[in-house]
């Protein structure tokens, strides 16, 4: 070919840069997510570290032993291995819905400033975080953000708000998901701490002051209540790195500039205080929940799911946490990592 210098420098350029691009939005192979997960799951199978949450009374029943991993490419494809069908309450993963919810009807104006969007550094029930700031420099993803966004929920009544609430979840899942009474009766019973966190949130105004912060803490405890397998979970996790869109409906449930910002604050606090650690390891925007659940996200690609009911110190599920971590480092989920060895090969003349 007789191109110019200039067109093959550009040419060049533009080359080298694609791989990099590409690498990062390909196509998951269906073989190697099977594979990952199944090695995943054998690997951590025996493993056990951790135990389950006791503060809920009905947490500490659930059998501990249970485990399950599902992978959900953007285009619907399917890897899962494990306890599938066992239900279990979402608990703090519905955070990231009710926040999605609040961005849709509301815009991220509400929520930047409503609530913030930064890391509180501290346990995610912490009431010293709440003190320091005066209730500000909080995020959707711990309990004083989570319950002023629950707040923030459109609705005349606390049933309207739920019913906001619970659809967006369906949507979310595919599916009409149910509120595990059984988990919400010792949850509402034993909640003092998260009551006298809206009120405290009430009373530096963040809970506005025509919001009842007893009804929605309600509300709170019931949406971490929802029962959801780790299949819908990996749904709800796949929408999320769809764009908002469902890979399995096909329904575009959030804008698509509003999913990257749940990703982001997931990215920031999906772990609590171990998000720093969690985002150094894997680059993965994930969200946690007492019931053992994870999800987490690689943007354009996949979103995946664990469950395991035995947590660390942080509240975060031990397997689940490995077992991600395993089969996104094997698919190449990490969106930071750039592989300059290939970008280098592909260059012409090499
Ligand atoms: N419902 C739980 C609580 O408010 C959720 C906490 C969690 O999953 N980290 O304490």
């Avoid at 501290?122 to 711990?142: C, R, T, W, Y």
């Avoid at 077992?323 to 969106?335: C, E, F, H, M, V």
């Amino acid at each position: 070919m007789n191109l110019s210098i200039a067109t093959r420098a550009a040419l060049a350029a533009g080359i080298a840069l694609l791989p990099a691009f590409a690498a990062a939005q390909e196509p998951v192979n269906k073989k190697d997510a099977d594979a990952a997960v199944k090695a995943a799951y054998a690997k951590y199978k025996g493993l056990k570290d951790g135990k389950n949450a006791d503060y809920i009374p009905a947490l500490a029943k659930v059998p501990s032993e249970l485990f399950a991993i599902d992978l959900m490419t953007t285009d619907g494809q399917e890897s899962s291995v494990g306890d599938l069908d066992q239900e279990y309450s979402i608990q703090s993963i519905s955070k990231v819905f009710t926040l999605a919810r609040v961005l849709q009807d509301s815009g991220e104006k509400k929520v930047v400033n409503g609530v913030g969007v930064d890391a509180t550094g501290d346990v995610f029930n912490s009431i010293k975080a709440i003190e320091q700031h005066k209730g500000h420099e909080m995020n959707p993803l711990v309990n004083p953000g989570a319950i002023a966004t629950t707040s923030q929920v459109k609705g005349s009544s606390p049933e309207a708000q739920w019913n906001n609430i619970i659809k967006t979840y369906n949507d979310f899942a595919g599916r009409d998901l149910k509120v595990d009474q059984e988990v919400y009766k010792s949850e509402a019973d034993t909640n003092e701490r998260n009551r006298a966190i809206a009120m405290l949130m009430h009373a530096y105004e963040i809970i506005a002051k025509d919001r009842d912060p007893v009804a929605t803490t309600d509300v709170y405890t019931k949406q971490c209540a929802v029962a959801v397998n780790t299949k819908d979970l990996a749904q709800m996790a796949a929408t999320l790195a769809n764009g908002g869109k469902n890979p399995k409906t096909g329904k575009q449930v959030i804008t698509a500039d509003h999913a990257k910002q749940i990703l982001a604050v997931m990215a920031t606090a999906g772990l609590y205080d171990n998000s720093g650690q969690w985002l150094f390891m894997t680059g993965l925007p994930a969200k946690s929940g007492v019931g053992g659940g994870i999800i987490a996200v690689s943007p354009g690609r996949f979103g995946i799911a664990a469950f395991s009911p035995r947590l660390d110190e942080a509240g975060n599920s031990v397997r689940a946490q490995k077992a991600i971590a395993d089969i996104s480092d094997k698919l190449g989920g990490n969106p930071y990592a750039v592989n300059a060895e290939e970008t280098q090969k592909t260059q012409p003349g090499r």
